[in-house]
């Protein structure tokens, strides 16, 4: 994955735990995780092959994390990070 594409889904994981007024280690613990995951996903890093943590965080959000291989990725998809 691309720092750039690291970065944005690190954003949309800071934006989201934010909005839902959660800190780093309230996220970590209704994910079954540690605050240092969270940290590391949330500065564009960890990402790869994580994708089960990035499942436990979605839950924990309140949201769901949808893996697709379209031929054609929709506009209109917010909330939503595109890695190519």
Do not use: Y
């Not at 750039?4 to 800071?14: M, P, S, T, V």
């Not at 949201?63 to 595109?82: A, C």
Request: aromatic share 2%; charged share 25%.
């Amino acid at each position: 994955m691309s720092v750039e594409r690291g970065l944005a889904l690190g954003r949309l994981i800071f934006d989201l735990r934010t909005e839902n007024g959660l800190d780093q280690h309230e996220l970590a613990d209704r994910a079954s995780t540690t605050q240092p995951v969270i940290s590391a996903l949330e500065e564009g890093g960890g990402v790869c092959g994580r994708i089960d943590t990035l499942g436990r965080d979605a839950t924990a959000l309140g949201r769901h994390l949808v893996l697709s291989f379209p031929e054609m990725v929709p506009e209109d998809v917010k909330d939503s990070v595109q890695i190519v």
